[in-house]
C-alpha cells in the first residue's frame, strides 16, 4: 500500500444507511470510481431510458450527480433535473460538480423511501446502484411510481450478483482475512442476490409494466492490484480501517491481492469484468 489512502476519511454510523462516505470518500469516489465505471453506465441508463428534451428527471439515490449531470443537457432549458441523495457530503460534491450546468439542477437531502415531492411530479425517475442500499427497496419503487405522472418510466442500474463481478469477491476475501469480517460485507454489499426475474419483480409489484431488462458487461482496468485496492478503499468507508493498519499488514494485504488476482493479471495491469442489470419499465 502506498500510505495514500485518505487516513481522514472515517465510516459512517451504518444506521445512515447503506455505502455512505464522509470526508474526502466523495471526492475519491468521483475521481476514481465515477470515470471509470459510474459514468459509462449513467450514460448507458439515460440512453436505455430514452431521456427526452423537457422532461422533469428525478435522480434517487444521486450520490455526487452523475446520472442528474448527464440527463441536464438532454432534457435542455424546458426541463427539470432533480438529485436527492441521504448523504449530505455526497451532494456537497455533486452540487460542486455541476455548478457550471444547465439547466440548474436541484440537489435536495432526502431519504429515497419518504420523498417529499408531490404526486405527479415527474416523467422519469432514475436511479443508478442505490436500490441495494436502502433499507426498504420496495419502498423506494413506490415512492418512484408515486411520483411519476401516469405513463412515466422508472430506469435502475443495480450491480449483478458478486459471483459475476468475482474480482470483488476477491477483493472482498482478502479484506476479510486482513482487516476484518465487516470489511469483507462492505466490499460484497454493492452486489445483491438478484436476478434480472427478480428485479423485474420488485417493479411488477410496485405497480409498473413493460418491463425491459438490460445486461451491461464491461471490462474494467486498473494499473495494477494495488491501485485497485487503493482507489476502492479511498472510495468507500474502508478508508479509514485499511489506513490503521501497520505498515507490514498492509503489505502482505497487497501481495495476498496480486496473487488472488494473478489470472486477471496481463503486462499493463490487472482488467476485470464488471456486470449490471439496467431496468427500465413504465
Ligand atoms: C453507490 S452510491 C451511487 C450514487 C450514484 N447514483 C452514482 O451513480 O454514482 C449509492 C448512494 O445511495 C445513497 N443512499 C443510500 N441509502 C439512501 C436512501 N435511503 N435515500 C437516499 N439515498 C440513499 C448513498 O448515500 C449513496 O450516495
Sequence with gaps: ?????????????????????????????????????????????????????????????????????????????????????????????ARKEASHLSPAIEWRHEDATELSFPDDSFDLVLSQQALQFVSDPPGLLAQARRVLRPGGRVGLNVLRPIRHNPSYGLLAEVLERHVGDDAGTMMRSPFPEWSGARLREFVLEAGFDEVSLHLDIRAVRYPSAEEFLRQE??????????????????????????????????????????????????
Design 1 to 93: 500500500m502506498s500510505g495514500t489512502v485518505e487516513a481522514t476519511q472515517k465510516a459512517a454510523a451504518p444506521e445512515t444507511g447503506g455505502w455512505q462516505l464522509e470526508g474526502r470518500g466523495p471526492e475519491a469516489y468521483e475521481a476514481y470510481l465515477v470515470p471509470k465505471f459510474f459514468r459509462p453506465w449513467a450514460d448507458r441508463l439515460l440512453a436505455v431510458a430514452e431521456v427526452a428534451e423537457g422532461e422533469r428527471v428525478l435522480d434517487v439515490g444521486c450520490g455526487t450527480g452523475i446520472v442528474a449531470r448527464g440527463a441536464a443537457p438532454l432534457v435542455g432549458d424546458q426541463g427539470r433535473v432533480v438529485g436527492v441523495d441521504l448523504n449530505p457530503a455526497m451532494l456537497k460534491t
Design 233 to 282: 478503499a479511498a472510495s468507500s468507508p474502508l478508508a479509514g480501517p485499511i489506513a490503521e493498519l501497520e505498515g507490514s499488514v498492509r503489505t502482505r494485504m497487497i501481495r495476498h491481492l496480486e496473487e488472488v488476482l494473478q489470472e486477471y493479471t496481463d503486462r499493463d495491469g490487472v482488467v476485470f469484468p464488471m456486470e449490471t442489470h439496467l431496468v427500465v419499465a413504465s
